[in-house]
């Protein structure tokens, strides 16, 4: 095919950029800081130096939700904290993706009380759930990476609207 | 939000409004007796250090009062982490609740355990075997070793020494690989039972366990000679945050929160419980009730838990694992194929569940952080009628608003660090 | 000094404050009057021979449907001579209310709030009766018998789609 072929479709372009912009998404997503309970124990033995987590680019743990791209809810949100959950989630610049990690977040776990939400997902849009109680340090790092995978295939069309 | 606002504490209409609608969701007379006069004028600032934040070990909110940077009055508002565990082992039979109570400490898990079982063994008056009881004896004070691994990391980490965060963390992993070894769980284990323990120790356990406790020493030394004798660490600790041993006594201080005032308690020395009166080790003390002597506190801690873990090794008997009394423990699946009265029991404890006669019972243990309690009451039937945990953090939270008044920001950050808060345990 | 048995000191100077006295499995546990908890306490904490100087737990609890309703347990330990003692009042069902034991031991502070928080049970004299482990604006009071455990039902394939329909899920 000529180079006029090329220029004239430019749906080459279109497909090297989406690619581009997901590689840098993914290799470089700053988790927000936001450990509620014993998920995060296990949040940050997955940080500390036997399951590294900056080996993904994930190193920098960002308390302020403004810097912060990817929302790991690890542990039980209760009713009182449903409302600075939401707050915080509101408060991230886009492109934003949230991980449930562990069955509490997920789907209230042991806890199928008043006290609970009865998963994340009714108070904000998640994108992976990772199962577990607490998830090991393994299955949380299988959810990040399919994490990657859902962002890698994202297109243009939807986030550019 | 502000229902009531008082138009004649304020100078002039809008000064009173801003600093307290933010923060405050109750009404303006609340706040009166809780914060300083200054505040109401607008004087000094109320500020909130929310529930997320990367200091506060978890979801805390503290409401502080600022004159600058000094905090003349400090609100600690917990409940985010409110899981309705109590009401919820009300609707669980006995073992069932068990594995609810892992969840509450989640850094002492083996801990939560130990409390609950003890105190259904109280009630139920049942018999536990020696080496049921050694091997709780020293998992506990590995639950120990790794709650004070976790504290030293985090506290080090909010004051700035962020290797130690690493280095405990690597230790942590040996140790959770013991805790998948015997219960095949890395955190929450509901490896206690009542009368017992759920499984016999692995073969591989002892070995590892015993490499583990030989090289521990010389990594405890290695953090002691990053941080004991360092100037910075001793300027940012020494001198702040001190509780009085009297203040401790009135606001219900144990643990090494208590001890690092100077007075001498500790559970497993005053009221032993599982097999502790038969082990050797030292209570260490503070002095001064500063943030320091509270670290020297745990950090000696951990050199008795490996003195203790020792002695335990060394006693491990050979028997069984769990109670014989098989209205409460169930037959093993070899007897099912032989006895009759075993698959009975079998029947009766997997479908209902076994029964504890009526009464009330309050059992202590030692955790990490301090007393903590059990209240246990029944009504004789299959599932607990009321169980209430005292939880050491939820005590020493109530004392915060003593020891953080007059000290800086940054100091209310390594105050909150060395009472060693869970907020799951504060708020179960 | 010599230790003191709590039961006679108490039968003896306060004469009809205590209602019964229980023991079970080695632990002592004292029936007070309501209205005089915070005599009672200052008693076990200042006399000479008893006492108790650390209160370790406040326990609220419901036997809902006997009356009286609730209890609350007061669990004391001397350090002095190691040994606990138990506090028990019982309180009505309908308006339960009894004074607060905060002058006399601060840590009662924060397990009063929780009591009154969780149950209901009215503390006069507390400096700061708010609710503490629920929200502010919560009605109810959880740890009740009839308060509901509120749990959703678990999802089958055979009610899946009801409880999906009204699940409150989040949207962007």
């Known amino acids: 095919m000529g180079i006029a072929g090329k220029l004239g479709n430019l749906g080459v372009v279109t497909t090297t950029l989406e690619t581009a912009v997901n590689w840098g998404r993914t290799n470089a997503m700053w988790p927000m800081l936001f450990g509620l309970a014993c998920c995060a124990i296990e949040m940050m033995s997955t940080q500390a130096s036997n399951y590294d987590l900056s080996r993904f680019g994930m190193e920098l743990m960002r308390p302020s939700p403004r810097q912060s791209d990817l929302m790991i809810v690890a542990g039980r949100v209760t009713r009182k904290m449903a409302p600075v959950l939401r707050q915080l989630y509101d408060q991230m610049p886009h492109p934003k993706w949230v991980l449930a990690m562990g069955d509490c977040a997920s789907c209230s776990g042991v806890f199928n009380n008043y006290a609970v939400v009865q998963g994340v997902d009714e108070v904000v849009p998640v994108d992976v759930y990772v199962a577990g109680c607490p998830p090991r340090p393994e299955q949380l790092i299988h959810g990040i990476m399919t994490l990657h995978e859902k962002v890698k295939g994202e297109r243009i069309a939807d986030w550019a609207s | ?428 | 000094m010599n230790a003191f048995n709590p039961v006679d000191m108490a039968r003896g100077s306060l004469g009809d404050a205590v209602q019964d006295v229980v023991e079970f499995r080695g632990e002592t546990t004292i029936v007070v009057d309501p209205a005089r908890i915070v005599d009672v306490c200052l008693f076990f904490r200042d006399t000479e021979g008893l006492e108790y100087n650390f209160l370790e737990d406040v326990a609220a609890v419901d036997y809902y449907p006997q009356e009286p309703r609730f209890a609350v347990c007061y669990q004391l330990y001397s350090m002095i001579y190691n040994r606990t003692l138990r506090l028990k009042v019982y309180l009505p069902g309908d308006n339960p209310r009894l004074p607060s034991i905060t002058p006399v031991w601060n840590a009662a502070n924060f397990q009063e709030r929780e009591a009154y928080d969780m149950m209901g049970i009215v503390f006069e004299g507390h400096p700061n009766l708010r609710r503490i482990l629920m929200p502010e604006d919560w009605e109810g009071h959880p740890q009740r018998k009839d308060y509901p455990l509120g749990y959703e039902p678990v999802q089958f394939s055979f009610n899946y789609e009801d409880i999906n329909r009204l699940k409150p899920y989040a949207k962007e």
């Open chain 2, 1 to 428: 939000m502000v229902d009531t606002v008082d138009r004649d504490l304020a100078g002039e209409e809008g000064v009173i409004d801003s600093p307290v609608e933010e923060t405050w969701q109750g009404t303006v007379d609340e706040l009166k007796g809780l914060v300083s006069e200054r505040a109401l004028t607008g004087e000094t600032m109320l500020l909130n250090m929310g529930p997320q934040h990367p200091s506060t070990h978890g979801v805390l909110r503290v409401l502080l009062e600022l004159d600058g940077e000094t905090v003349v009055s400090c609100i600690p508002d917990v409940g985010y982490l409110h899981t309705g565990i109590e009401k919820n082992m009300e609707a669980k039979t006995w073992e069932q609740a068990l594995v609810m109570t892992d969840r509450m400490d989640y850094l002492n898990p083996m801990g939560n355990n130990l409390a609950y079982c003890l105190a259904i063994e109280k009630l139920a008056e049942l018999d536990v075997p020696e080496r049921a009881q050694v091997v709780r004896v020293i998992l506990a004070e590995l639950t120990r070793i790794n709650s004070h691994l976790v504290w030293l990391g985090t506290h080090a980490l909010d004051l700035g020494a962020m290797s130690v965060f690493l280095y405990c963390f690597r230790e942590r992993e040996r140790i959770l690989d013991m805790f998948e070894m015997v219960s095949g769980q890395r955190m929450m284990g509901s490896y206690f039972r009542p009368g017992g323990l759920w499984r016999d120790i692995t073969d591989d356990f002892i070995p590892t366990l015993q490499g583990f406790i030989d090289d521990f020493p010389s990594k405890l030394h290695d953090y002691e000679a990053l941080l004991v004798e360092n100037p910075l660490w001793i300027d940012r600790t020494q001198g702040i945050g001190v509780l009085t041993p009297e203040d401790a006594l009135a606001w219900g201080a144990t643990g090494p929160t208590l001890r690092g005032s100077g007075i001498n308690w500790d559970i497993r020395k005053a009221m032993p419980y599982s097999g502790y009166e038969n082990y050797e080790f030292d209570v260490p003390l503070g002095e001064h009730g500063d943030v320091y002597d509270r670290f020297m506190c745990r950090m000696q801690e951990m050199h008795q838990s490996v003195r203790i873990i020792q002695q335990g090794i060394k006693r491990l008997p050979k028997g069984p694992f769990r109670s014989n009394n098989r209205k409460f423990v169930p037959p093993p699946r070899a007897e099912l194929g032989r006895s009759m009265e075993a698959v009975i029991h079998h029947f009766k404890l997997w479908t209902e569940g076994f029964k504890v006669p009526k009464g009330e019972v309050y059992i202590r243990v030692e955790s990490p952080r301090g007393e903590l309690g059990c209240y246990l009451s029944s009504d004789g039937g299959n599932r607990p009628h009321r169980v209430h945990f005292r939880t050491p953090s939820f005590v020493h939270l109530g004392a915060l608003g003593k020891l953080g008044s007059n000290a800086m920001i940054a100091d209310l950050v390594a105050i909150i660090g060395s009472i060693d808060i869970v907020l799951g345990d504060c708020d179960r």
